[in-house]
């Protein structure tokens, strides 16, 4: 079983930046890929960023591609979401995520931007 633990949210105005980790612990041997999901009020969780734990490979959401970076520290067990020109619409819980569907996931932190 692998443990997510999040950290890094809070409230910024509308062009600002944050950047949210998640530290992994426990059995994360053979981790296929990590990832961000992301739910808003009344809508559906989404996939924000993936990042696959051995080739780096990496994918976003088309509505964060060019703003959000999705990087990892393999010796820390670690991965980042940098979030820049944040909108009011990246408003939601982020959950960190693990695994081939990434199907093992966090408490999930705030993130809220302000008009």
């Known amino acids: 079983q692998v443990q997510l633990v999040e950290s890094g949210g809070g409230l910024v105005q509308a062009g600002g930046s944050l950047r949210l980790s998640c530290a992994a612990s426990?059995?994360?041997?053979?981790?296929?890929?990590m990832g961000w999901l992301r739910q808003a009020p009344g809508k559906e969780r989404e996939i924000v960023a993936a990042?696959?734990?051995?080739?780096?490979?990496?994918n976003y959401a088309d509505s964060v591609k060019g703003r959000f970076t999705i990087s990892k520290d393999n010796a820390k067990n670690t991965v980042y979401l940098q979030m820049n020109s944040l909108k009011p619409e990246d408003t939601a819980v982020y959950y960190c995520?693990?695994?081939?569907?990434?199907?093992?996931r966090g408490q999930g932190t705030q993130v809220t931007v302000s008009s």
């Open positions: 995520a693990s695994g081939v569907g990434l199907n093992t």
């Open positions: 426990g059995r994360i041997f053979g981790i296929y890929a």
């Open positions: 990042i696959n734990w051995s080739t780096g490979f990496t």
